[in-house]
């Protein structure tokens, strides 16, 4: 797949990834329709993050989950 590309199917699979690796009970946190050009390369930066890490403390699941509550308020 090709993240480069600011897709809806990009952002969407990205989120969905994101969750699936964070064990992330709710997929309210952001929804795909409403990134911006910006906000795609911040949630392309979080994906590679979490997709690079097998394992995650408590806190680093807080300040991700964060960073995306971030994202939807932008």
């Known amino acids: 797949m090709n993240l480069t590309e600011n ?3 990009n ?3 990205m989120m ?3 969750k699936k ?3 992330m009970a709710t997929g309210a ?3 795909a329709t409403a990134l911006n050009d910006e906000q795609y390369e911040d949630l392309k930066d979080i994906y590679e993050m979490v997709a690079g890490k097998s394992q995650f403390s408590i806190s ?3 300040a ?3 960073e995306l ?3 939807r308020r932008a």
Request: aromatic share 4%.
């Open 7 to 9: 897709t809806l199917a």
């Open 16 to 18: 969905e990834e994101i």
């Open 29 to 31: 946190a952001l929804k």
């Open 21 to 23: 690796k964070l064990r």
């Open 11 to 13: 952002a969407e699979f």
């Open 64 to 66: 991700i989950t964060q």
């Open 69 to 71: 509550g971030r994202l």
């Open 60 to 62: 680093e699941i807080e």
